[in-house]
């Protein structure tokens, strides 16, 4: 089993599966963990802590409550004082750093409940028919995936389906997090495509949407009175933040928000959209296997 691709806070890690014995799962993920957490101590000293990242999620959203009313304030006067540009310029600097600070905590935090509990994990091969594997991370700005040409995290994307067709592997790509740069000397468009030869998900076994097909999760899901229970469920949540799922441009948590306009279809109902004013950052909720996800991650179940 070779070394990992990404890594999926809450759930687990891509890697090549090819050959690879179930019952080296454990030991590969265990190894795995104990690689991540070595890298950092080597960069930030033996003795190195990971910071609390939601404090490092609270300063970020000072931050941003700062620089909107900077933002409000040049509408407002047509300009700024050199001053305040100056200001403007320090907080954004210091938005970058934390939330570098809250993907290093992050890592650390898969890295110490791999090294802990490995043989919580097992490997499902990717194929078309699970697809709604790589769904179910959507939005999420991925752990130790870098872009090759600024070092940049990197996120999960997929194209477009006008017709409604369901997706297959090669759908997906990967999009560095620099394309929304303001500044064009730093913007970043790479994009890598998914590479769908021998790729798996090492994943936690106490999710049960990643241990079905795509096909049964949609039959399931296709049931008017489960998706009743999902809409009231999830519409519960309207206008909380999801601290798992964070704007690309200001770095602050999305909340969930249900659209003025939908055909009363529950994946036509809900995205989760950036506080910051203006910004038109959104995560739509559009698929069963991303429902599960956001539901697991503020309830601890999903839709199974």
Not at 8 to 31: N, T
Not at 75 to 80: I, P, Q, S
Not at 122 to 150: F, R, W
Not at 180 to 208: M, Q, R
């Amino acid at each position: 089993m070779a070394l990992l691709d990404a890594v999926f806070k809450g759930v687990g890690f891509l890697a090549s599966v090819a050959g690879a014995a179930v019952e080296r799962v454990g030991s590969v993920v265990k190894q795995w963990g104990e690689s991540l957490l070595s890298n950092f101590q080597v960069a930030y000293g033996a003795n190195a802590e990971p910071s609390n990242t939601k404090e490092n999620l609270d300063t970020l959203e000072v931050l941003d409550a700062e620089v909107i009313e900077l933002e409000r304030k040049r509408w407002r006067d047509g300009g700024l004082a050199q001053r305040d540009k100056n200001r403007l310029y320090e907080l954004n600097a210091l938005k970058k750093q934390e939330f570098d600070k809250y993907q290093q905590s992050q890592t650390i935090e898969s890295a110490l409940e791999q090294v802990s509990n490995p043989d919580n994990y097992e490997s499902t091969l990717l194929d078309n028919n699970k697809a709604h594997i790589l769904q179910y991370q959507m939005g999420q700005i991925v752990l130790e995936k870098k872009c090759p040409n600024c070092g940049r995290p990197m996120f999960l994307q997929h194209e477009k389906r006008p017709d409604g067709s369901p997706l297959i592997l090669s759908n997906f790509f990967w999009s560095c997090t620099g394309f929304y740069e303001n500044n064009p000397a730093i913007l970043c468009k790479t994009t890598i495509s998914f590479n769908t030869k021998d790729i798996g998900l090492l994943h936690k076994v106490d999710i049960p949407e990643l241990n079905v097909t795509n096909s049964d999760l949609s039959i399931i899901y296709s049931q008017k009175s489960v998706q009743q229970v999902i809409t009231k469920r999830v519409k519960q949540h309207i206008r909380e933040k999801d601290g798992d799922i964070i704007c690309q441009v200001h770095y602050v948590p999305m909340i969930l928000r249900e659209k003025r306009e939908h055909n009363g279809q529950v994946l036509d109902m809900f995205h989760l959209g950036c506080p910051h004013p203006g910004c038109g950052q959104v995560v739509k909720l559009k698929s069963p296997a991303q429902l599960a996800a956001f539901l697991r991650r503020k309830e601890g179940q999903g839709i199974l």
